[in-house]
């Protein structure tokens, strides 16, 4: 194997995780958010996050910095692996984001910008559906189930191979993204992947540190956040869970 270490960073948080939050608090059907999910921008603490994370990846030592890095096309990642690169100092040519759509967030289909109430108000078939089948197996019509993310991610971890190259790769990405390389790489099954997902969300910003010691996948460090708790800079969850905006 080529890339034996993968460094798993959450976008900061995104104008559309502020905008969830509150369409949550005011128990609205919709999240109001001006653009496609593909280009939802982070907002001014997600800006802090993304620095932050760039401050801790100049803190490492060269041996253990990234030696390529991968984003997820949607503006909210991609905007968080530039801005990390160019606060580290990291934003040379070779260290240019590799933007692999496989990487990108779970597609909603019909029920995207729909909060829960939302769904349950508008879509009562679908989120009797999605009782039934199970948030892991439920399939929004138009969008994606977590196994067809899965699925992508099994297409790009058999293609670190082709790295022959690299050691150490840095992929800003989502937090449900996060959660399947975990069940992918770690062997979760379904029960485990879902109750980490809930018990243990992903903050934005965050890092888990997956290394492949010759045998398997075993993560040395998970949704680690103390590089933010260092540069006093508040640290967010937003989660998923309710798979509305992640």
Not at 85 to 98: F, I, M, Q, S, Y
Not at 114 to 127: K, Y
Not at 223 to 236: C, E
Request: glycine share 6%; net charge negative; charged share 30%.
């Amino acid at each position: 194997m080529a890339i034996t270490e993968l460094i798993l960073v959450r976008h900061g948080e995104s104008a559309g995780n502020v905008a969830a939050l509150e369409a949550d608090r005011s128990e609205s059907h919709r999240i109001a958010v001006p653009s496609r999910d593909a280009d939802v921008p982070l907002s001014a603490l997600g800006l802090e996050q993304a620095a932050a994370v760039g401050r801790r990846l100049a803190a490492l030592t060269p041996a253990d910095r990234p030696d390529i890095v991968f984003s997820s096309p949607y503006r909210r990642a991609h905007e968080t692996a530039v801005v990390a690169l160019r606060a580290a100092a990291l934003d040379a040519d070779e260290l240019r984001p590799v933007v692999d759509e496989r990487l990108r967030d779970r597609e909603l289909g019909i029920l995207d910008t729909f909060t829960s109430i939302g769904v349950d108000a508008e879509f009562p078939e679908e989120a009797a559906r999605r009782r039934f089948l199970g948030k892991f197996y439920y399939r929004p019509p138009g969008g994606e189930a977590w196994t067809d993310v899965a699925l992508r991610l099994r297409s790009f971890i058999g293609d670190l191979d082709r790295h022959t190259d690299r050691t150490r790769a840095l992929v800003v990405c989502h937090d449900a993204v996060i959660s399947l390389f975990r069940y992918i790489c770690e062997g979760w099954d379904e029960r485990r992947v879902l109750e980490e997902a809930a018990l243990r969300p992903t903050p934005n910003a965050s890092f888990t540190h997956l290394v492949h010691d010759g045998r398997a996948w075993k993560a040395r460090a998970a949704n680690a956040t103390a590089h933010l708790q260092q540069a006093q800079v508040p640290v967010t969850e937003h989660s998923g869970a309710t798979d509305v905006r992640s």
